[in-house]
Each structure stands twice: as structure tokens, then as C-alpha cells.
């Protein structure tokens, strides 16, 4: 099957009425963009614990997080957990530079597979930059949680 091809960011907003939002970064507006989800996986994320990962942004774009979705199951993966009693914490960049003052509760953060959380304003990850995700679970019982970010690769992106 042929990759599909990547659009000039000028197309799509074009296609949305017209006019870049105004937190799109005026140095993108030429590049061409394509649809991305990065994600990792807590399995499991173990009783009463706090556990990071990182999630490295390829070298080849720079990353926009649009939304952010969030499913946890029991350790079997055969039960779908509604409960999220998690704290996340989010740093992008060698200097860990959080997003929040403090862990902030899941649902702040993430919406569901069925419904994903836009946030207010999207977030830009340079190229090779390393974003880091901490999940403190505030239960005693182990869950498998997968997270996922979804949005745009900007291409010739570095700013």
C-alpha cells in the first residue's frame, strides 16, 4: 500500500475556513505536516507506585500534541478499568522541564480511546527531544495503562 503523502499546513487550514490559529507557529506555516500518535506503555504499573517513561521525538520533525488518550485494564488486559486514580506528571527536554506545577489527576491530562482530551492549547516537541511521562498510581492494585499523544509531524521544524 503507497505511504500516504504529507500536506502543506497551508492546505489544512485552508480546508478549515482559513486562517492559522493562533497557536500555530508562524514557522511551520510552509512545512508540510503529517498525522502521528506516540505512545507508551505501563505494564504494569504496579500497586501504590510512581514509574516514568520516555518517549523519544524523532530526529525527522518536530512533534504537535493535540490531544492525549489514556486506557488502563487489569493486568490481564481483559477488563477495562473506568477508575483512573493517577497522578501524571509531564517534562519535555533534557532539563525535565515540567508542564504543571505538580502531578496533576489523569483526567486533566487525558481523555479516553473512545473520546480523546484536546488540549487548550496544542504543545510542541522539537526534534530529538525526549518527553517524559510519570504516572503515579494512587491505588494498591497493579494496572496495565497505555497512553498515547496524538497530533502532527511538522517537518523542517527546529524552532
Known sequence: MPTAARIPAAALIDALGGGYPFWFPKEARNNALDFFTYGTDFEPLVASATTTRAIQINSDSAFMILSATMVETDTANTVFLANRPLLVQLATGGASLSLGNTPIHAD???????????????????????????????????????????GFKLFKFTK
Open 108 to 150: 486533566n491530562w487525558f481523555g479516553t480511546a473512545e473520546q480523546a482530551k484536546y488540549w487548550d492549547v496544542p504543545k510542541v516537541l522539537l526534534p530529538n527531544t525526549t518527553f517524559n511521562v510519570t504516572l503515579q498510581n494512587l491505588e494498591a492494585v497493579d494496572r496495565n495503562v497505555r497512553v498515547a499523544f496524538h
